[in-house]
């Protein structure tokens, strides 16, 4: 029997989902909403619609819109999983928290790419989610498809994670790059990231380190136990990185990198580090995401891969979806 699922969020991630899901037959997807309504079929949505809102159409122009807020569905509807990929909102992580607490409390699996819940909220929902017995996922809240949980949790089963050190906001990473290959100012590459769509209009999210900082809660709590909210990570942002600064580091054999960092007993720090050319950080560029994992037995495990986009951040989703079909199943 397929695996009922509820999909909160028809944005890239929501579409590039929808496309993976059009190959598998274990899932059903029943319901599909955006910030104005759903759409809802017991029995699952038809594969025409659902390729229809694949493709780029919005769920309001699907016939059967109905015009209620996502939590209705969530509260009421027949499903076994929810998938929340609404857009981040690491102000009060609304209306992401309310739907998935909303979920958890039904006994229903969860599958997410929301990090606004998590880095505030992160201890609240594993409990809420122990205490129901469910399922709870979000390798696609850090590193897009890059599987540092899967490899933390599962892999790494037999060791222990000590510390972890990354780069995990590619936006700043594909700035100091440029900065050093091109020995171009701070503002006029991030004037032509933002041409690129690299960067936004407002920048200050990724560039002061408020991205990576939620991330890194993130990884700290679900890989050290912590019970953190973002706003405790101490964070440096890169605007004051000069080129200057990256040519006295390339002459010292470094590289200026925006390093996030977490240990299981000590703090969480998000700021631009020289970063030694021994270190597999140092030669990551681009809009490229790694992660090094300090183990205890095996020593570091660096993980590297992109960071972001429609495909990656979905396979990442997909594959949280399946490992749940797999678990249920048992």
């Known amino acids: 029997m397929a695996l009922k699922i509820i999909i909160l969020g028809a944005g890239t991630v929501g579409r590039g989902l929808l496309k993976a899901l059009s190959q598998r037959k274990?899932?059903?997807?029943?319901?599909?909403?955006?910030?104005?309504?759903?759409?809802?079929?017991?029995?699952?949505?038809?594969?025409?619609?659902?390729?229809?809102?694949?493709?780029?159409?919005?769920?309001?122009?699907?016939?059967?819109?109905?015009?209620?807020?996502?939590?209705?569905?969530?509260?009421e509807?027949?499903?076994?999983?929810?998938?929340?990929?609404?857009?981040?909102?690491?102000?009060d992580a609304e209306p992401a928290y309310s739907h998935m607490k909303a979920a958890l409390s039904r006994g229903k699996q969860l599958v997410t790419s929301?990090?606004?819940?998590?880095?505030?909220?992160?201890?609240?929902?594993?409990?809420?989610?122990k205490q129901n017995g469910c399922l709870f996922r979000f390798e696609a809240t850090v590193g897009g498809a890059i599987p540092i949980f899967a490899t933390a949790n599962n892999y790494?089963?037999?060791?222990?994670?000590?510390?972890?050190?990354?780069?995990?906001?590619?936006?700043?990473?594909?700035?100091?790059?440029?900065?050093?290959?091109?020995?171009?100012?701070?503002?006029?590459?991030?004037?032509?990231?933002?041409?690129?769509?690299?960067?936004?209009?407002?920048?200050s999210y990724d560039v002061d380190g408020i991205d990576a900082a939620a991330k890194l809660a993130i990884v700290a709590n679900a890989i050290f136990g912590k019970n953190s909210s973002f706003s405790e990570v101490k964070r440096t942002g890169i605007s004051r990185i000069t080129p200057e600064l990256l040519e006295l580091a390339a002459s010292q054999n470094y590289r200026v990198k925006l390093v996030c960092s977490a240990s299981a007993e000590g703090g969480m720090?998000?700021?631009?580090?020289?970063?030694?050319?021994?270190?597999?950080?140092?030669?990551?560029?681009?809009?490229?995401?790694?992660?090094?994992?300090?183990t205890r037995m095996a020593g570091p495990l660096t993980l590297v891969g992109k960071g972001a986009g429609e495909s990656e951040t979905a396979s990442a989703v997909l594959a949280d979806l399946i490992d749940i079909s797999d678990r249920v199943k048992k």
């Open 114 to 129: 929301n990090k606004g819940p998590l880095a505030l909220h992160f201890h609240e929902l594993d409990f809420l989610a």
């Open 156 to 203: 790494l089963r037999g060791d222990r994670v000590v510390s972890v050190k990354g780069l995990l906001n590619g936006t700043t990473n594909y700035i100091l790059s440029r900065m050093y290959e091109e020995k171009m100012p701070y503002e006029s590459v991030l004037k032509e990231a933002q041409q690129l769509g690299i960067a936004e209009r407002d920048p």
């Open 269 to 294: 720090e998000v700021a631009p580090r020289f970063v030694p050319l021994s270190d597999p950080l140092a030669s990551i560029n681009g809009t490229l995401n790694a992660i090094t994992l300090e």
């Open 26 to 75: 274990e899932f059903a997807v029943c319901g599909i909403a955006s910030s104005g309504g759903y759409i809802y079929s017991r029995e699952g949505i038809s594969k025409p619609e659902l390729e229809k809102i694949a493709a780029g159409k919005k769920p309001h122009e699907i016939a059967g819109f109905v015009q209620k807020p996502a939590l209705e569905l969530v509260r």
């Open 77 to 91: 509807g027949d499903y076994d999983v929810l998938v929340e990929l609404t857009t981040t909102n690491l102000k």
